[in-house]
């Protein structure tokens, strides 16, 4: 018996090497497959999961210079959004009601569309424990004789059913949708409702934003453009031209990525499932059980609240916790 490296990763080779030597003479024993792209017979629910429950209170932020640079643009193009809308649009309208209505009614979509974002980057996708293919974790699982489970070479972690492995996390995730730089996270059975949402807010705050360009330059084409603006109207053209230009845009993107999402939610199968056209090796959910999972419990106001669930006092500790890696840690 030979092995190559030291650490934990070598210590659970060198277990599954000997049960696998137990397990020929015995008939007995689980295997340990160093494969990226096998499924395992645990589930997202097994013991596996109760190993780590430190995981469930860390904040999540990803050092990616792509993705952070993507969301802070996301913000940017938002807020400019609002600045046009507000200062350029609706403060010099003469409709004083009008001009309240639209007013609430953008800047709320925009308030609950950040919200959106900020949970979907913060939020742990729903990452594996790192590291613990260990011969004490391997040990303490207690599997079946015969029972087959799967490693992760790359961050040297057992792998659930249905996780993959983000290059850029650098962990694997389960129910790994996609890696989203705009949010600067992958998208994940933990975060999927806020991405969802995110794109949601996004796609009518752009349809605001057009409707409002639209009936904007209808209005100003009959009177003098300095009525309409307290800008000059080459200045204010040009904003609103770009905002149409943004809204578009925005728009298109965030309605093709909303309806892709709840496509894959009611067909339980992942964007990376579909791409890799895997069959499915899990009881699928019903349509409307898969949306009960991913949004949580009945129906309600709560499904598009971005806020529900959000522990202020556990963000404000998460924020002076020391930093472990790229995650904060409580």
Same mark, same amino acid.
């Given at each position: ?24 003479? @015995? ?9 990226? @792209?096998?499924? %395992? ?48 649009? +609706? ?37 594996? %424990? ?14 079946? %004789? ?45 975060? @999927? ?16 934003? +057009? ?5 904007q330059f209808f209005t100003c084409i009959k009177v003098q453009w300095n009525e309409c603006s307290d800008f000059s109207p080459p200045v204010a053209v040009m904003l609103v031209v770009f905002l149409c230009l943004e809204g578009l845009l925005f728009l298109t993107f965030t309605a093709v990525m909303f309806g892709t999402q709840i496509h894959s939610i009611c067909n339980d199968e992942t964007e990376i499932e579909r791409l890799k056209n895997e069959k499915p090796r899990w009881e699928r959910r019903m349509r409307w059980e898969g949306m009960k999972t991913v949004f949580g419990g009945q129906p309600s106001l709560l499904w598009i609240n971005p806020f ?7 963000? +404000? ?14």
């Open positions: 018996m030979r092995t190559s490296q030291k650490g934990p990763c070598s210590a659970a080779w060198e277990l599954h090497l000997k049960t696998a030597a137990a397990g020929r003479m @015995q008939s007995s024993g689980h295997r340990l497959r160093d494969v990226e @792209q096998h499924h %395992p017979l645990l589930g997202p629910e097994d013991e596996l999961d109760r190993l780590s429950p430190e995981d469930g209170e860390r904040v999540w932020f990803i050092h990616d210079s792509c993705g952070m640079i993507c969301a802070v643009m996301t913000w940017l193009l938002v807020l400019y959004a609002d600045f046009v809308v507000t200062f350029v649009m +609706l403060l010099p309208s003469k409709n004083f009601w009008y001009a309240l209505g639209n007013g609430v009614t953008f800047n709320g979509l925009a308030v609950l569309a950040l919200a959106s974002h900020l949970r979907t980057m913060l939020t742990d996708p729903g990452a594996v %424990p790192k590291g613990n293919a260990t011969k004490e974790h391997m040990e303490s699982l207690q599997l079946k %004789p015969g029972e087959v489970i799967y490693k992760c070479p790359k961050c040297c972690s057992i792998k659930p059913e249905r996780a993959h492995h983000c290059s850029i996390c650098k962990r694997c995730i389960r129910k790994m949708d996609h890696h989203c730089p705009w949010v600067n996270n992958c998208v994940g059975e933990k975060n @999927q409702r806020f991405f969802v949402l995110f794109t949601m807010y996004i796609a009518l705050i752009s349809t605001h934003a +057009l409707a409002l360009s639209g009936f529900a669930g959000l522990d202020l006092r556990h963000l +404000l500790a998460a924020a002076r916790a020391r930093r472990v890696g790229s995650e904060f840690s409580v």
